[in-house]
C-alpha cells in the first residue's frame, strides 16, 4: 500500500549539505505498528514529515495506493494529506481558541463533511480514545494526556490509512505514555501506524516491527515487506475550506484577544470617524440649505416674461478673452445680452400646456395680467374710485432684487396669490399665511388685507383703498373686514363721446350698484420669518376675479373700439402694435396672461417641472419656443457647489487616517500571523491549501474591518449629539450633523475593504509558511 522507492532528501545550510534521506527505499502493510527508532539526526522525523506530505523528495518516488506522487501538485499534497494520513505530534498541536470538538472536527471540515456527519464521527472519535466526559470542554482544561487523546481523536476521525505519530509519549509521564501507546497500537489494528521514538522499550513492547535508522538510511528491519505491483487505486478528494469556517475560526482567535482587538479596531476607525463627522456635517448643511432654498422658491420661481434672456444663447459665445492684432479698424457688434434677449409668445394653447404640469411637481402657479380693476368704494356714503393695483415702487419692499427683476419683467398688473391646482394637496395660503382676523377667501370675489409679521401694511396701499391713513395709524381689524367694493363692466364704467372716444364717467351710486361686489374677508399675515411670504401687503385676491373681469370687458364697446384703431380710443394718442396689445390687456380684451410664475413644491421636483417645459419646446423653431427664467438655480448651483467642494477637500483629508488604518492593520495580520505559526502548520498538516490559509487571514481582517467600520460609525453618530448641541449654541440651527444611512453603510464597506487589502500581504505571507518548519515552532 506505502512504498519508499530510493528516496533521497538533501539539506543546504551554506556551503554544507545534510543527507537527511540517502537512498531510502521501504514498503509497508496496510495494518501494522511500525517504530522507527534512531539517534537525533539520523532522518527519522525527515522520513515521517516526507510520508506526511509535509516534506518533498528530492529523488525517487513514494507510491500509495499503486500511485505515484513524482508529479504530485501542491494541491494533490494537500489532498493526500487530508485523506490518507492522520498526525499525532509530541506536544499535541491542539488550536487553542478553538474547543475540543472543533478541534477534532477541524479536519473533516475542509474535506467538506456536512455539520451533522461531522459532529457525530467527532463524538465517535473522542468517546473511542476515552473522552466521552470531556468532549465539550477547552483544551486549556484538559491535562497533558487528554490534550494527546484529542490529538490522536482528530487524527482518526477522518478515518485516514496512515496514522503518523511523532514522538507521542515524549511530553507525557509513564503512566499516561502507557496509556497512549496501548490506544495507538489499537489504533494499528485497523491502519497503518507509523510511530517515530526515542524509546526501544515502548517500541519492542507496542510495535509490530522496528525499523532503525542513522545517518539517512535504514540499518534493519525487524520485519521487512516486499510489497507486489498493484492497480492505481488512489483517489484524491480536494480539500477546500468554506469562507464560513474561515470566518469562524478567526472570530474564535479574535474572541481570545478582546482588548487588543477593541483598542485596534478603535485606533482603525478613527479614519472612519473622521469622515463619518464630515459627511454628517456635509448633509446636515446641505439639508438646511435645501430648506431654506426650498422655501425661497415662491422668491425665486420659474418666471415665463414677455421677454427674457436665453442662457443658452450667452454661453455659446466662443471667441477668446485675448487682444487681436490692431489692423487699424473697429467692427460694430450688437451687445451680446441684446442677442440673447429673446421675445415668448405666450398664446392661450401654451396657457393650457402650464394649466396641465403634475400637482405632485408643482401645484401653485401664479398668473400676471395687465387688466385694470374698475373699483369703486363707499366712504361715508361719497361714491368714489379706488385701485388694487401693485404697481407703487413700494410694493416690493419685502422682495429680494433678484425677484423684484423677474416680477418686474413679467409685468406686474395686479396683486394675486397663486392658484392651486389640486386643493387636495394643500393650500398655499393656509400653508405658509396666518389669519388675523375674518375667515379665508373662498369665492372669486372675496379679497384679503395681507400684513407682513409685524402687521404692518404699506401705506400707499391703504390709501388706494380709499382710506386717508396716516403715518404710524393703528386700524381696528373691524372696521376693515367686510369691507365692500364694486368693480364695474367698461359699459358702465366708460362713456363714449360723439367723437368716438371713450372717457371713464363720473362715479354714482347707480354704478356702484350695477358692479360685481367684492368683499374684504379677511386680514393675513406670514406664520413666521421663514414662510413663502409671495404677496406683498396690501390687498389680494385670486385669478379667478382677474378671469371674471376680463369676460366681462372682453366684448365691451371700448374693447371692440380700440380692436379696430391703431389709435388710443382715451387719450387719441397713435400706437404701435405693442403698444395697442398693452392697452387692450389693461382693458381686458386679452385673456392671455402677461406672465406666468410656478412654484416648485421642492427642489428635486423643480428639475421636473423643468424637464416638463422643455417637452413643450421640443421640435418647434427658435422663435416659438418659450425661454423660462429659473431664478434659485443660480443660488442653488452656487451653494451646493461650494458645500461640495469644502466636503471633498475634508475627506481626502480626513482619508490620510484611512491609510494608517491600513498599514496598522497590516502590522496587526503580521503580529497574528508570527503567533500562529504552528497553527498555520496544524492546518496544513490537515490538508489546508495556501488559498485555506490565506483565506483564514483574510477573514480575520474582514472581521476587523467589519468591526473597525460599524465601531467608527457608531461613535461618529454618538458625537453627532453634542457636535449639534454645540453647533445650536453657536448658530441656532437645530439638528445639522446628520449621518445618512447609505454614508454610514459605505464607510462599513470602505473600511471592509480597506483592511482586507492591508491584511491580505500578511496572509500571503503565512500561506507560504512550510508546514513543517511551522509545526516545530514555539
Known amino acids: 500500500m506505502l512504498q519508499l522507492e530510493h528516496l533521497f532528501k538533501s539539506y543546504h545550510v551554506g556551503d554544507t549539505v545534510t543527507h537527511a534521506l540517502d537512498d531510502v527505499s521501504i514498503s509497508f502493510r496496510d495494518k501494522e505498528f511500525v517504530a522507527i527508532l534512531g539517534p537525533s539526526g ?59 470538538m472543533d478541534n477534532v472536527e477541524l479536519g473533516m471540515n475542509l474535506s467538506g463533511v456536512p455539520a451533522k456527519e461531522r459532529r457525530k464521527r467527532a463524538e465517535e472519535a473522542l468517546v473511542e480514545v476515552g473522552l466521552k466526559e470531556h468532549m465539550h470542554k477547552n483544551p486549556n482544561q484538559l491535562s497533558g494526556g487528554q490534550m494527546q487523546r484529542v490529538a490522536i481523536a482528530r487524527a482518526i476521525a477522518n478515518n485516514p490509512d496512515i496514522l503518523l505519530c511523532d514522538e507521542p509519549t515524549g511530553a507525557l509521564d509513564t503512566e499516561t505514555s502507557v496509556q497512549i501507546m496501548k490506544l495507538i497500537k489499537k489504533l494499528s489494528k485497523d491502519r497503518l501506524v507509523i510511530m517515530v521514538t526515542h524509546n526501544p522499550e515502548l517500541a519492542k513492547e507496542y510495535a509490530t516491527r522496528i525499523v532503525n535508522f542513522q545517518d539517512g538510511k535504514i540499518l534493519d528491519d525487524s520485519a521487512p515487506y516486499t510489497a507486489e505491483t498493484e492497480q492505481d487505486t488512489f483517489k484524491l478528494k480536494r480539500t477546500k475550506m468554506s469562507y464560513w469556517n474561515a470566518i469562524k475560526l478567526s472570530f474564535t482567535n479574535i474572541m481570545t484577544k478582546k482588548g487588543r482587538t477593541i483598542l485596534t479596531a478603535f485606533a482603525s476607525s478613527i479614519g472612519i470617524i473622521s469622515i463619518a463627522v464630515v459627511l454628517s456635517l456635509s448633509n446636515g448643511f446641505q439639508k438646511q440649505i435645501d430648506t431654506t432654498m426650498s422655501k425661497a422658491l415662491a422668491k425665486y420661481p420659474v418666471a415665463i416674461a414677455p421677454t427674457a434672456t436665453d442662457m443658452n444663447a450667452m454661453s455659446e459665445r466662443k471667441d477668446s478673452d485675448k487682444n487681436v492684432k490692431n489692423r487699424g479698424y473697429l467692427i460694430a457688434q450688437q451687445d451680446e445680452s441684446e442677442k440673447a434677449t429673446h421675445v415668448n409668445k405666450i398664446t392661450q394653447k401654451y396657457v393650457d400646456y402650464v394649466k396641465k404640469i403634475n400637482p405632485d411637481y408643482a401645484n401653485n402657479i401664479s398668473y400676471q395680467r395687465a387688466t385694470s380693476l374698475n373699483l369703486l368704494a363707499k366712504d ?45 394637496k394643500g393650500n398655499f395660503l393656509k400653508e405658509n399665511y396666518q389669519l388675523l382676523a375674518g375667515k379665508w377667501p373662498d369665492k372669486a370675489t372675496d379679497l384679503v388685507l395681507v400684513t407682513d409679521n409685524k402687521n404692518t401694511v404699506n401705506i400707499n396701499a391703504l390709501k388706494n383703498l380709499g382710506l386717508k391713513p396716516k403715518d404710524n395709524q393703528k386700524f381696528k381689524f373691524k372696521s376693515l373686514v367686510g369691507k365692500q367694493f364694486s368693480v364695474v363692466n367698461n359699459n358702465d364704467f366708460y362713456q363714449e363721446l360723439p367723437t368716438g372716444m371713450f372717457v371713464p364717467q363720473k362715479a354714482n351710486q347707480s354704478m356702484y350698484n350695477a358692479g360685481t361686489k367684492l368683499h374684504l374677508t379677511g386680514i393675513i399675515r406670514p406664520k413666521n420669518e421663514d414662510s413663502l411670504a409671495l404677496l406683498s401687503t396690501g390687498i389680494a385676491y385670486s385669478d379667478r376675479l382677474s378671469q371674471k373681469i376680463i369676460k366681462q370687458n372682453e366684448n365691451s364697446a371700448i374693447v371692440k373700439a380700440q380692436k379696430k384703431t391703431n389709435r388710443n380710443v382715451m387719450t387719441g394718442q397713435n400706437l404701435n402694435q405693442d403698444a395697442k396689445k398693452q392697452l387692450l390687456q389693461t382693458l381686458g380684451g386679452s385673456s392671455i396672461p402677461t406672465g406666468i410664475m410656478i412654484y416648485p413644491n421642492n427642489f428635486d421636483d423643480k428639475d421636473k417641472v423643468l424637464d416638463y417645459l422643455d417637452k413643450w419646446n421640443k421640435g418647434k423653431s427658435k422663435k416659438n419656443q418659450i425661454v423660462y427664467t429659473n431664478m434659485s438655480s443660480m443660488v442653488t448651483t452656487m451653494t451646493g457647489g461650494l458645500l461640495n467642494g469644502i466636503t471633498t477637500v475634508l475627506v481626502a483629508f480626513a482619508a490620510i487616517s484611512l491609510v494608517t488604518s491600513m498599514i496598522m492593520i497590516g502590522i496587526l495580520t503580521y503580529t497574528s500571523v508570527l503567533e500562529r505559526i504552528k497553527e498555520i502548520g496544524v492546518l496544513k498538516a490537515l490538508g489546508a491549501r495556501k488559498k485555506d490559509i490565506t483565506r483564514v487571514f483574510d477573514a480575520e481582517t474582514f472581521i476587523l474591518g467589519i468591526f473597525s467600520g460599524v465601531l467608527g460609525v457608531a461613535i461618529a453618530y454618538l458625537l453627532t449629539f453634542p457636535i449639534n448641541s454645540v453647533i445650536y449654541h453657536i448658530t441656532e440651527l437645530t439638528n445639522v450633523a446628520q449621518l445618512n444611512p447609505t454614508h454610514a453603510l459605505i464607510l462599513i464597506i470602505i473600511s471592509t475593504i480597506l483592511t482586507l487589502l492591508g491584511g491580505h500581504l500578511p496572509a500571503r505571507m503565512a500561506a507560504k509558511k512550510d508546514a513543517a518548519i511551522a509545526l516545530r515552532s514555539e
Open 42 to 100: 539520523s532522518g527519522k522525523t525527515t522520513m515521517l514529515n516526507v510520508i506526511g506530505g509535509l516534506d518533498r523528495y528530492d529523488k525517487g518516488d513514494l507510491i500509495i495506493n499503486g500511485k505515484s506522487t513524482k508529479n504530485f501538485k501542491e494541491t494533490d499534497w494537500d489532498a493526500y494529506r487530508n485523506n490518507s494520513v492522520g498526525f499525532i505530534f509530541q506536544n499535541y498541536n491542539l488550536i487553542s481558541h478553538l474547543s475540543i
Open 380 to 424: 361715508n356714503g361719497k361714491i368714489k374710485r379706488v385701485e388694487f393695483s401693485n404697481n407703487d415702487p413700494d410694493q416690493n419692499q419685502n422682495m429680494s432684487a433678484m425677484r423684484s427683476q423677474a416680477m418686474s419683467s413679467v409685468g406686474v398688473g395686479s396683486s394675486v396669490f397663486p392658484t392651486t391646482l389640486n386643493k387636495n
